[in-house]
């Protein structure tokens, strides 16, 4: 079945969310991560308001720094680094404010705030900006599961819907295998190609799209373009 627009973060983040409140200790937030697995949490106050997020990295200082004596030059290069490798609770350890993305941003812009922040999970908040889930790296790679059935019935429908009547009749044929489209017959005009091509990476989930054109001897044995169930 066609998917109705691009995936939302709604729809791919884990929920409930592993998180900690603001006075968790440092072995409750070591704790936390090691039995869910995470390589970070939020921190939320008492109104489940994500003030904060407490990563690996935010607790790496207390065992760098637990048996070092820094050079001058290099405390104030890393004020914050022992700051944190001093403190004992989320709240004096997190980076914030948290970084956060709504269930209704798409993936592509989540993708882009994790690479842009170089953050490997980002919470989710409502619009009060109390937690609802987090959505991870992994949870971003979700599409790429969709079968190979799916992502050609939408192949086929983005590409129905682009094109005018009779500009492809019956001559254009779409096999998806593991995730890689190919287009394979014949096209009137070779200049709709690269469009063509951008609207069906388009289609989340396409790892790449491959021509074939004039191949009709080779034609795959699958449904055409256009074709009745």
Not at 73 to 98: C, N, V
């Amino acid at each position: 079945m066609h998917h109705q627009g691009p995936y939302l973060v709604g729809e791919v983040m884990s929920r409930p969310a592993v998180a900690v409140l603001q006075k968790a200790g440092f072995r409750e937030i070591v704790e936390a991560m090691t039995r869910w697995q995470v390589s970070a949490v939020p921190v939320l106050d008492r109104e489940r308001t994500v003030v904060g997020v407490v990563s690996e990295a935010d607790l790496l200082p207390k065992e760098e720094f637990r048996n070092s004596d820094p050079s001058w030059r290099e405390r104030q290069a890393r004020l914050d680094d022992l700051a944190k490798a001093g403190a004992s609770t989320a709240e004096q350890i997190m980076t914030s404010p948290a970084v956060t993305v709504r269930a209704r941003m798409n993936l592509a812009q989540a993708a882009r705030i994790m690479a842009v922040n170089e953050v490997k999970r980002l919470p989710v908040v409502d619009a009060d900006g109390r937690l609802e889930g987090v959505v991870s790296r992994r949870d971003l790679l979700k599409v790429f599961l969709r079968t190979d059935a799916e992502l050609a019935d939408e192949v086929r429908e983005e590409i129905g819907s682009l094109l005018s009547p009779g500009l492809f009749p019956g001559e254009l044929w779409v096999r998806v295998t593991q995730g890689v489209v190919t287009l394979s017959g014949r096209i009137r005009d070779t200049s709709l190609v690269p469009v063509v091509s951008r609207v069906v990476r388009a289609v989340e989930g396409v790892v790449d799209v491959e021509w074939a054109l004039d191949a009709r001897d080779a034609r795959p044995q699958v449904r055409p373009l256009g074709a009745d169930d």
